[in-house]
């Protein structure tokens, strides 16, 4: 089979190692001159900042995506974070950082409850894993069972960092898949050198199968032919294809063969995607001679105003900065009705950051803000349209169109693994 | 005329989403970026910025 990827970007270079190594031909089509879209390393200044992620794996190198990369060949070393951990302010009732804090492990995240809560809590945990509940979002369920703000607290800082979303942005079913994809594959980790240690990995199980990766080469429309997908336009160019795999979202995909979708008998399909919400946030970038958090895992600041949590991932590997420096980096979810007013929201982090690290000496290397069409997540998790369109022939990877309860990277993962085996059987 | 006087030709346009892509290729440390980018004195209109932004949003006006 002759297929073509629109987009090198996780997705679509997952898609096509899977499918170069089952022996098919594949072209992969790029718009940039560099591959990995929102994963993989900007070099500044000597440090290995990010096009987009963490640097981070939501299920470190048992997850999804580690297992993907695996069944590939792929040899990337993915080293699991120590722990996660919660910055609380030291005095009970303090509403922020400023009278000093204290660190408590992820798993003791009920001690700031009440006994009586704590007991509702740890009955919960129980309870809701044979019937998870559902159909309100998180923060209503949260607010229904226990009258504690702390956990709401605790709630948005935990769905701002992984999914820059809010707890009353996301239904509680996804919300407890995800907990069940902890408990099966495990917390965050680092891969070496980065998301691009990744990437280079994905390349070169393609080059090895014989397939090629174009950059600087935009696609300007997708072609069909009898109501089948028959390949896409390059530069005036037609290329040919069996298959083709999008890896620009569901909105953009359309766009690239709006002719066809504009029949009525799709009129169902645009008007679900009108509904998609791509969710916004802000990444900030710093150096520190001495460790600002110390450990390779998540510090979450449910305290903040507006930082979720920060990583340090030179703790894992130190080569992702210059000798001697750390590379420290925070995320904050950017709310629908905060994006256009980003500049207020970078100064409310910076604030954030000095009161999370007092007397700390650190400088701010870069600040990155994502929404709308360079997203943190082109559909919010728990909105993803699954991925296949109206045409058949015609799929679409990554984060807009991610598995159930895949959180990020390992969403894609999922999303690739279901594709594939539609695509393989 | 003197050259600080001169605007760059490279133009940022409502594209931008703040991304700091485009920074980390310029050589000349001439793109700030704070929500969106802005293009400094320093630049020297090399065009290298303009293929690495991921929403087309670094124009060259003539
Ligand atoms: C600030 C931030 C922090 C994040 N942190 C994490 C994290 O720690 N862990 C995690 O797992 N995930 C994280 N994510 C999410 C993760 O980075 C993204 O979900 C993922 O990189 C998206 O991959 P994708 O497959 O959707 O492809 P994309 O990265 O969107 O790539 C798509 C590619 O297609 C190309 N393209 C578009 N149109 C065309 C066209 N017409 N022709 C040819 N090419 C085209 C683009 O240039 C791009 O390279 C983060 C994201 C952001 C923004
Ligand atoms: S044109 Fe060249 S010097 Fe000017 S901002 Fe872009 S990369 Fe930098
Ligand atoms: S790369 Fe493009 S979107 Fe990103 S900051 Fe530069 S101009 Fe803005």
Known sequence: ?425 | MIGKLVETRMKINDNCVGCGQCTSFCRQDAIEVRGKARISDACVECGICSPYCPVKAIEVTV
Not at chain 1, 185 to 197: I, R
Not at chain 1, 220 to 231: D, F, M, R, Y
Not at chain 1, 237 to 264: M, R, Y
Request: with cysteine.
């Open chain 1, 1 to 425: 089979m002759k297929v073509v990827v629109i987009g090198a970007g996780l997705g679509g270079l997952l898609s096509a190692a899977r499918l170069s190594k089952e022996g098919h031909t594949v072209e992969v089509f790029e718009r940039l001159p560099i591959t990995g879209g929102r994963f993989t390393n900007l070099e500044y200044k000597g440090f290995q900042l990010s096009s987009g992620a963490f640097h981070m794996l939501p299920h470190g190198p048992g997850g999804p995506l580690a297992r993907l990369l695996k069944e590939m060949g792929d040899d990337v070393r993915i080293v699991r974070s120590e722990k996660t951990m919660i910055r609380i302010p030291l005095k009970k009732g303090d509403t922020d950082y400023r009278q000093g804090f204290r660190d408590i492990p992820f798993h003791d995240f009920q001690k700031p409850l009440s006994n009586k809560d704590r007991l509702k809590s740890a009955y919960l945990i129980v309870s809701t894993r044979k019937d998870p509940p559902e159909g309100s979002t998180l923060q209503e369920w949260i607010r229904s069972q226990v009258k504690d703000e702390w956990l709401v607290k605790l709630a948005d800082s935990f769905c701002g960092w992984s999914l820059s979303m809010r707890s009353d942005e996301i239904y509680v079913e996804e919300v407890f898949e995800i907990f069940e994809n902890l408990y099966r594959f495990g917390g965050p980790g680092v891969p070496m050198g980065g998301c691009k240690g990744i990437i280079d990995a994905l390349e070169k199980v393609i080059m090895a199968n014989g397939g090629t990766i174009h950059t600087k080469s935009e696609v300007s429309k997708i072609l069909v032919e009898n109501g089948n997908t028959a390949g896409v336009v390059v530069d005036g160019t037609e290329h040919k294809a069996d298959l083709v795999i999008s890896n620009t979202g569901h909105a953009a995909t359309a766009g690239l063969c709006s002719e066809i979708l504009s029949d009525e008998k799709h009129a169902e399909y645009l008007r679900m995607l009108e509904g998609l919400r791509p969710s916004a946030g802000i990444k900030i970038c710093l150096s520190a001679e001495e460790p600002l958090i110390g450990h390779s895992g998540v510090l979450l600041t449910p305290y903040a105003r507006r930082v979720n949590g920060i990583n340090e991932v030179t703790q894992v590997d130190p080569s992702l900065a210059p000798p001697g420096k750390h590379l420290t980096m925070s995320h904050q979810h950017v709310a629908p009705e905060n994006v256009g007013k980003l500049e207020e929201e970078i100064d409310m982090g910076l604030q954030d950051l000095k009161e999370i690290f007092p007397g700390k000496k650190y400088e701010v290397l870069l600040i990155q803000s994502y929404h709308d069409s360079w997203p943190v997540n082109r559909a919010s998790s728990g909105t993803d349209p699954g991925n296949e369109t109206p045409i058949p022939g015609l799929y679409v990877v990554g984060d807009g169109a991610k598995g159930e309860g895949g959180i990020e990277v390992e969403g894609i993962a999922l999303g690739v693994s279901r594709t594939m085996n539609k695509i393989l059987g």
